[in-house]
């Protein structure tokens, strides 16, 4: 077995105060080999900013700025990932999920009531799960 140490011990990370992270399974779940490189980027882009809940009030525009992006394929990186069930957004606010959630269980309710359900976009096997009889 090969033995670890650190290559760099005077570099060696500590945990800010504002720590964020990645989860495992992004790799290990494979979710990483579906995304596009403009969706990896502002999904790391979220997952750095966001707070303990995973919640960020980025702006677009700022968001773009940063990661070099245009309006529309930060539009399609954020379709990508929302799709995928890895983020959920109502402007002008994103949350990064939990990669154990497979499903939104409580949407947030649309200013003035009901539920805007249309902007939470369901994967195929969610669908063909849910016409199946069990639920997504």
């Known amino acids: 077995?090969?033995?670890?140490?650190?290559?760099?011990?005077?570099?060696?990370?500590?945990?800010?105060?504002?720590?964020?992270?990645?989860?495992?399974?992004?790799?290990?779940?494979?979710?990483?080999?579906?995304?596009?490189?403009?969706?990896?980027a502002l999904y790391l882009f979220l997952v750095t900013v966001a707070d303990s809940q995973g919640l960020s009030y980025y702006a677009d525009h700022s968001i773009g700025q940063r990661l070099s992006m245009a309006a529309a394929t930060l539009a399609e990186a954020r379709t990508c990932?929302?799709?995928?069930?890895?983020?959920?957004?109502?402007?002008?606010?994103?949350?990064?999920l939990d990669l154990g959630t497979l499903s939104c269980r409580s949407l947030s309710p649309k200013p003035g009531g009901g539920v805007d359900n249309g902007s939470v976009p369901m994967a195929l096997r969610a669908i063909f799960k849910q016409i199946a009889g069990g639920t997504p």
């Open 81 to 96: 990932l929302q799709s995928m069930r890895l983020i959920a957004y109502q402007a002008p606010l994103y949350q990064v």
């Open 1 to 40: 077995m090969t033995r670890k140490y650190p290559i760099c011990p005077d570099r060696i990370r500590t945990i800010p105060e504002q720590f964020s992270w990645l989860d495992h399974r992004l790799v290990r779940e494979r979710h990483i080999e579906h995304l596009t490189h403009e969706a990896a």
